[in-house]
C-alpha cells in the first residue's frame, strides 16, 4: 500500500518530524494489515505528545479523514474519550464497535497510570492512542518505563507549525470562503508569511483569522467582498504592507550581484540620482470646516420633540480608522419599519443616521454615542476625498462632526459622545470605563452597531455587552452594516437572540471572556499572578463550554470546580492589586448560579437552565440525565438483576421502556401477538403546540380527547399499562434486541402512579424536541412558548415524585407489575 497521499495530508497542515513521518507511515501500514479489526495480530499503543491544542486537535481531524479512505477490509473509527471520563468506565464500555480505535484525548497532569494500563492490558487487540501534552509526558508517563516503553511502544511528536504548514492552511481557509486566488498572490503570500510569522504576536489559528480579516477589509474599500466572492480575482496588492518583508526584499537586492553592472558603476548611478533629485508632489489639501460644511445639512432631526423622557438613547460602538480615501455610499434600510436610505463616507455614519430615523418615529432623540476608540482611531490622519484633495483629522473627530446633527438637539455637544480609550494590551479597563460610563446615564436605553472596530476591539464590546446584562442593561436592538455591491443595514437583533437560546451566552458568556480578560490585564505580571483567580477562571471557563456546546459532561465538571470557590470558608478570593474584579465577579456568579455551586440534582440544573432560558441544555439534560435522578439517586425505578452486567446504559433500558409505553401499550389482547397494538401515547407536534395549562394539570384526560382508541386514567389500569410495557421492552442496538423487565417500579404511591406514567409519556415527547432542535431545520416544528409550558408541568411532576418530600407511602410492590 502506497501511503504516501496519506502522509501528504498530515504535512500539509502539520510539521511531523521524519522519525515522527516513519511512525505514522507504520501506523497506517499496521492497519492496512489486521485481518480483523477487533482483534490485532499484535497489541499497537501510540503516544501523540503535542505542545498546542490546535494542533492536536488538527492531527486527530486528519487521522479522522484519513481512516475512511484507507484501502482496509476494516472501517475504522475513532472512538473518543478524555481520562477523566473513562476512569470512570472500562476500555469495553468506551468500545461500541470492533473497527474502533480507542483516543484519550486529554490526559491530567498528576495521578497515578494502574487505571489506563489494566485496561490497556485486559484488552491487547484494541489499538490505543494516547494523546497527551509535552509536561505530562515528562512529569507523568516517563515516570512509569512500562507504560511509556512498552504499552505505548511508538511515539509521534507533534511539533510546533511553521510557516509552510500555516501558509498552507491560509491558502485552504481562504479557497473555502469561495475565494479566487491568482498565481501571484499564493507566491507572495507565503513570501509574506515566511517573514513575518515567527515574530508575530498571533500564532496558528489566530495568525490565520487576524490575516483573512485584514484582507477582506481591503476588499471592502474597493470592490466589496461578495465581487471578489463572484469574479474578482484576488491578487497579490491585498497583502498587508510590512516593513519586515520590504527590508527583507532590499536585503536580497543589495546582497544580489548583478554581473551586468560593475561596481564603480552602480556608484555612479547612485551619484547621479543624487545629482538629481526626484521632484516632490504635493497633494492638493482641503480645510475640514469647508468640507463638512459642503457635506453635513444645518439640522436633520425634528426640534419639537420633549427634550426629556424617562431614558436616555445610547449607541454603543467600536470606531475604525480611515480607508484609503473616503466613499460616498448609500445605505438601504429595510429594518425595524424603515424604508429608507441614508448615506455617509466614513463607514461608521449609516447607523447612527439610522437610528434617528427610526427614534424620530416615537417622537425621540438619539441622546448619546458611545465610541470605543483606538490610539489610531484618536490621531490626527490624511485620508483623501473623491476629488482626491487630502482631508486632515482624526477618525474621532470626523464621526463626531459627520453624526452631530442627527442627535438630539438639546444636548450640549460634549454631552452627546462618550470616548472610551481602549487597548488590545489591557481590555479590561476599557471595559471597566464602558460599564462605568452607562451606570452614569440615566436610564440607559442601549443600541448596538457592531461592524466597526478591528477584531480585539469587538471581542472587548462583546464582552462588556455580556456583562452589562449584570447591570440588567440589555441590548434593545442591534444593527450591522453589510458591504458589496449593494450596501445595507441589517437588524442582528434576532441573531443575538438566537446566540442567546442555542448557545447559552447571558450570564455564561460573560464567564467564558473572564479568561481573555485576565490574559490580556495581567499581560505583564505572570508571576505575580493569583492562583485561585487561575483556578476560578477555569471552572468558569469549563463550564461556559459546556453551556455553549450543550455539553453535560463538561457541564458538570465545571459546576464541581466551581463549588469549591463557594463554600462557607471560601466567601472572598485574595486578589491582587491589578485584578481585583473577580471577588466582585464571583458575587454576581454565586447569585446567577444558585444552587448549582452548592450540593445539587440534576432537578436543580434542569430548573437553572429553564430560569435562563437554556432550554437547549434543559432539554438535553432530561434526555440523558434524568434517568439518573429517578434510578440512582431516588431509587424510584431500578434496574433489572439480570441485566445490570451488560454494555447497555442505564439511560439506554428508560429510554427503551419509555419509548414502549409511547408506541403501544393500550391493546386489550396483550398476550396475542397478533392483535392489534393500540395508538401511540405520543404528543404530536400540532397537540403539544396547542396544550393549555389547564389542559396539562389534567393531563392524561386531555390527551384521552386526542387518542383515537379510549383508554382508562385510573391507578389500577395504568399499572397494567406499565407492566405490559416492560413485558415488551425492546432495545435497537446491532438489531432489536427483547429486553423484558428491564426496569422495575420501586417507590411509587398509587396516588403517584398516574403522574410517573404522564411524565414517562412527555419525556419522550422531549426527546424528539430535543432532536428536532439539535438539527438545523428550516421548520420550526415546536414553538418556544409551548416548549417553556412543557418544560414547567415536566418540572412539576418530578418534584411531586421526589420521594425525600415526604409523600405519602402507599408503595407500590414490583410484583405487582
Not at 241 to 254: G, P
Not at 261 to 278: G, Q
Not at 579 to 602: A, G, P, T, W
Request: hydrophobic residues 35%; aromatic residues 10%.
Amino acid at each position: 500500500m502506497d501511503v504516501s497521499s496519506f502522509l501528504c495530508a498530515f504535512n500539509k497542515q502539520l510539521h511531523i518530524s521524519d522519525p515522527g513521518q516513519n511512525t505514522l507511515s507504520g501506523f497506517l501500514h499496521f492497519l492496512n494489515n489486521q485481518p480483523n479489526a477487533s482483534k490485532t495480530n499484535v497489541p499497537y499503543g501510540l503516544l501523540v505528545q503535542y505542545n498546542d491544542e490546535n494542533i492536536k486537535d488538527i492531527f486527530l481531524r486528519t487521522l479522522d479523514s484519513v481512516l475512511k479512505e484507507l484501502p482496509s477490509p476494516n472501517k475504522y473509527q475513532l472512538a473518543w474519550a478524555t481520562e477523566e471520563n473513562f476512569s470512570r468506565n472500562s476500555l469495553a464500555q468506551a468500545i461500541t464497535s470492533p473497527e474502533q480505535i480507542f483516543v484519550l484525548t486529554e490526559c491530567s497532569k498528576q495521578g497515578d497510570l494502574e487505571h489506563i494500563i489494566s485496561e490497556f492490558e485486559k484488552n491487547p487487540g484494541t489499538i490505543k492512542i494516547v494523546c497527551a501534552s509535552s509536561e505530562v509526558v515528562e512529569k507523568r508517563f516517563k515516570q512509569n518505563e512500562h507504560f511509556f516503553y512498552r504499552i505505548l511502544p511508538r511515539h509521534i511528536y507533534l511539533e510546533p507549525l511553521h510557516s509552510q504548514e500555516i501558509t498552507e492552511r491560509f491558502l485552504t481557509s481562504l479557497r473555502a470562503k469561495g475565494y479566487k486566488l491568482s498565481e501571484d498572490f499564493i507566491k507572495e503570500i507565503a513570501y509574506y508569511i515566511e517573514a513575518i510569522y515567527e515574530s508575530a504576536d498571533f500564532q496558528n489559528e489566530e495568525f490565520i483569522v487576524d490575516l483573512i480579516r485584514r484582507i477582506e477589509l481591503s476588499m471592502e474599500e474597493r470592490e466589496g467582498i461578495s465581487a471578489y466572492k463572484n469574479k474578482s480575482v484576488v491578487d497579490s496588492s491585498f497583502i498587508p504592507y510590512s516593513t519586515t518583508v520590504l527590508a527583507m526584499k532590499e536585503a536580497e537586492v543589495t546582497h544580489q550581484p548583478n554581473p551586468a553592472v560593475s561596481p564603480d558603476s552602480v556608484i555612479e548611478i547612485k551619484d547621479s540620482k543624487n545629482l538629481e533629485p526626484k521632484p516632490e508632489i504635493v497633494d492638493q489639501t482641503i480645510d475640514v470646516d469647508t468640507w463638512f460644511a459642503n457635506i453635513t445639512p444645518a439640522s436633520t432631526v425634528e426640534s419639537d420633540f420633549p427634550d426629556s423622557y424617562d431614558h436616555t438613547n445610547v449607541l454603543l460602538l467600536a470606531l475604525s480608522t480611515f480607508g484609503s480615501f473616503l466613499k460616498s455610499t448609500q445605505y438601504s434600510c429595510e429594518t425595524a419599519g424603515i424604508t429608507d436610505q441614508v448615506d455617509g463616507y466614513y463607514q461608521l455614519e449609516p447607523v447612527p443616521k439610522m437610528l434617528a430615523k427610526l427614534l424620530a418615529d416615537s417622537k425621540e432623540y438619539l441622546d448619546k454615542i458611545v465610541m470605543l476608540c483606538t490610539k489610531e482611531t484618536l490621531n490626527i490622519a490624511t485620508v483623501k476625498t473623491p476629488e482626491g484633495k487630502v482631508l486632515t483629522i482624526s477618525p474621532v473627530e470626523y464621526f463626531q462632526r459627520s453624526v452631530r446633527s442627527y442627535l438630539n438637539p438639546y444636548s450640549k455637544n460634549e454631552d452627546c459622545f462618550v470616548t472610551i480609550n481602549v487597548s488590545l494590551d489591557s481590555p479590561y479597563d476599557g471595559i471597566q470605563r464602558v460599564i462605568e460610563a452607562l451606570r452614569n446615564i440615566n436610564t440607559p436605553k442601549l443600541y448596538l452597531d457592531t461592524h466597526g472596530g478591528i477584531r480585539g476591539i469587538q471581542r472587548i464590546m462583546e464582552a462588556t455587552v455580556s456583562l452589562l446584562k449584570i447591570e440588567h442593561i440589555n441590548v434593545e436592538a442591534a444593527y450591522a452594516v453589510e458591504f458589496g455591491a449593494n450596501p445595507r443595514i441589517i437588524s442582528e437583533t434576532e441573531n443575538m437572540k438566537i446566540f442567546d437560546f442555542v448557545a447559552g451566552v447571558n450570564e455564561f458568556i460573560t464567564c467564558g471572556r473572564a479568561d481573555t480578560l485576565k490574559e490580556y490585564s495581567n499581560a505583564s505580571c505572570q508571576e505575580g499572578s493569583n492562583s485561585q483567580e487561575k483556578e476560578l477562571i477555569s471552572a468558569i471557563q469549563i463550564v461556559s463550554n459546556g453551556i455553549q456546546w450543550c455539553c453535560i459532561p463538561e457541564f458538570e465538571r465545571g459546576l464541581s470546580k466551581l463549588q469549591i470557590f463557594f463554600k462557607d470558608n471560601n466567601s472572598s478570593l485574595n486578589t491582587s492589586d491589578q485584578f481585583s474584579y473577580l471577588d466582585i465577579y464571583k458575587k454576581d456568579i454565586e447569585r446567577d448560579y444558585q444552587k448549582l455551586v452548592k450540593k445539587h440534582n440534576v432537578a436543580d440544573e434542569i430548573n437553572w437552565c429553564r430560569k435562563k432560558g437554556f432550554y437547549q441544555q434543559a432539554l438535553t439534560l432530561i434526555e440523558s440525565k434524568i434517568s439518573t435522578l429517578l434510578i440512582d439517586e431516588w431509587k424510584i425505578l431500578s434496574i433489572n438483576s439480570k441485566y445490570q452486567n451488560s454494555r447497555v446504559t442505564n439511560n439506554e433500558f428508560f429510554n427503551a421502556f419509555v419509548y414502549t409505553i409511547t408506541k403501544s401499550i393500550l391493546s386489550s389482547e396483550n398476550n396475542n401477538k397478533n392483535s392489534a397494538k393500540g395508538p401511540a401515547l405520543f404528543l404530536t407536534s400540532k397537540l403539544f403546540n396547542n396544550m393549555t395549562d389547564a389542559e396539562y394539570e389534567d393531563f392524561l384526560k386531555s390527551i384521552q380527547k386526542n387518542s383515537p382508541r379510549p383508554f382508562s386514567t385510573a391507578p389500577k389500569d395504568i399499572k397494567i399499562y406499565l407492566a405490559r410495557a416492560l413485558e415488551s421492552t425492546t432495545l435497537n442496538r446491532n438489531g432489536i434486541q427483547h429486553i423484558p423487565d428491564c426496569i422495575k417500579i420501586n417507590k411509587v404511591s398509587d396516588a403517584n402512579i398516574p403522574i410517573l406514567f404522564q411524565l414517562l409519556i412527555l419525556h419522550k415527547t422531549l426527546k424528539d424536541v430535543r432532536n428536532t432542535m439539535n438539527h438545523a431545520s428550516d421548520e420550526q416544528k415546536y414553538r418556544l412558548k409551548s416548549i417553556i409550558r412543557a418544560l414547567k408541568y415536566y418540572m412539576k411532576w418530578i418534584k411531586q415524585l421526589n420521594p425525600n418530600l415526604n409523600l405519602q407511602s402507599n408503595l407500590l410492590p414490583p410484583a405487582a407489575l
